[in-house]
């Protein structure tokens, strides 16, 4: 459960690009970009289906935020 609802936004992807494995946010919408947490925008058909792979540590980081401060781990709660 999230109260912003970025969790059920992000989903992580392989980026031909960069081979690296960005935190994509999604809305739903058909676009021929797509751009990840970090910023790193790539074309839709740059994109894999596929999760597994090094991690963009932009996006980690970001995404560990965000958990960090709206999930309260490791807030002893
Ligand atoms: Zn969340
Ligand atoms: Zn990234």
Redesign the pocket.
Known sequence: MCDTGKCDMWTWQLSRYDE?V??FTSDGRPASFVE???S?SVPIDKIAKSHSGTR?L??LLIVGDHLAEHHRMGAGL
Do not use: N, P, T
């Open positions: 690296r960005h935190a990840a947490a970090c790193h963009c932009a996006c």
